[in-house]
């Protein structure tokens, strides 16, 4: 039986800012549906890393199996290439046992790697990076833009001579792939086949999500953030592990660092939330199919009327997919 022929078809996906309520109404919807929720979060995947990442405690989890949370160590790297190929391992054991993926979406790019595929660029490389960063400190970010336009001039006009970050990715692909990046993107990886995927939008009020966002982090504090840091810190956690980096970690390890006192450190971190949010949105925003809804995802109504649509949607996914076997 192919792919396409197998049931069911319909993957669900939670997409909405931080703080919108995206986990609660992933587990109520997996409750009814007879699904399973599965994180689509760049955050989530790293292990000891729990409270300032949002993950939903086991007693918020309400027994529903939760997937693609706590794959790796701080150390270790995670590509959206990499989340794909997971995800899609993940959906065929679900397909298996009958069970409706939820996905509850904080990161945009790791649902377009699993929905569209990505360019199957190179991993990174530690040594190939340091004698770039080492030549951009000596002769400024424009000497990597130079190094980018003899490699891929395309390229190099999409970004900025001062983009630092982004001019070495480029360069390293061009170097590692053994051709342009831009050719290496045009590649692409294969869309998703055999799933028909319900996106639903949380779209709530700009000024309740403010504050909600700095509720959530008072909520944080209050369950242990700052411990959960001193004891990753106490682990002997390289500094550098990239998990360090996400908001609330990085402010909180400069207020352990006696540079900058709790109150303000709570504030920076309130503040980099809701600018977080708003990247957030304006990327879903261009998500095509999305159904929005305008509230949060642990407001019962709003709950309800999901639920609702969704089930409009899977009722007739099944029977839209038939019809085209059909050539109706």
Not at 178 to 194: D, Y
Request: glycine share 8%; charged share 25%; hydrophobic share 40%.
């Amino acid at each position: 039986m192919s792919a396409a022929a197998q049931l069911p078809t319909a993957l669900v996906s939670l997409v909405g800012p931080t703080a919108s309520g995206k986990s609660a109404l992933g587990v109520w919807l997996a409750e009814r549906l007879g699904g399973e929720v599965v994180a689509c979060d760049s955050t989530q995947v790293y292990r000891h890393f729990s409270i300032g990442t949002a993950k939903p405690a086991p007693a918020e989890q309400r027994g529903v199996p939760h997937h693609l949370m706590d794959l790796l160590e701080p150390h270790e790297l995670f590509t959206a290439g990499e989340y794909r190929r997971r995800a899609l391992e993940t959906l065929e054991d679900l397909r298996r046992r009958g069970r409706l993926p939820i996905f509850t979406v904080g990161t945009g790019l790791y649902l377009r790697a699993l929905l569209e595929g990505l360019a199957d660029a190179p991993t990174r490389s530690d040594v190939l990076r340091a004698r770039l960063g080492a030549r951009a400190e000596k002769h400024g970010p424009a000497y990597l833009h130079r190094i980018l336009r003899r490699l891929d001039a395309p390229a190099a006009s999409r970004i900025a001579a001062r983009d630092a970050p982004k001019l070495v990715r480029a360069i390293e692909v061009c170097l590692l792939a053994g051709k342009p990046i831009t050719e290496v993107h045009r590649a692409g990886r294969p869309r998703l086949e055999g799933y028909v995927a319900l996106k639903v939008g949380l779209m709530p009020c700009p000024g309740e999500l403010s504050q909600r966002i700095d509720r959530r982090v008072q909520s944080m504090l209050e369950r242990g953030w700052l411990d959960e840091l001193k004891a990753l810190l106490a682990r002997g956690i390289p500094p550098t592990a990239k998990p360090f980096g996400f908001i609330g970690y990085r402010e909180l390890r400069t207020h352990l660092a006696g540079e900058m006192d709790l109150r303000e450190a709570v504030q920076a971190i309130q503040q980099a939330t809701r600018r977080y949010s708003k990247r957030q949105l304006t990327w879903f925003r261009k998500e095509p199919g999305v159904h929005w809804f305008q509230g949060f995802g642990d407001d019962p109504e709003i709950a309800a009327g999901i639920l609702r649509y969704l089930e409009a949607q899977l009722t007739a996914a099944p029977m839209a997919r038939a019809h085209a076997r059909e050539g109706v």
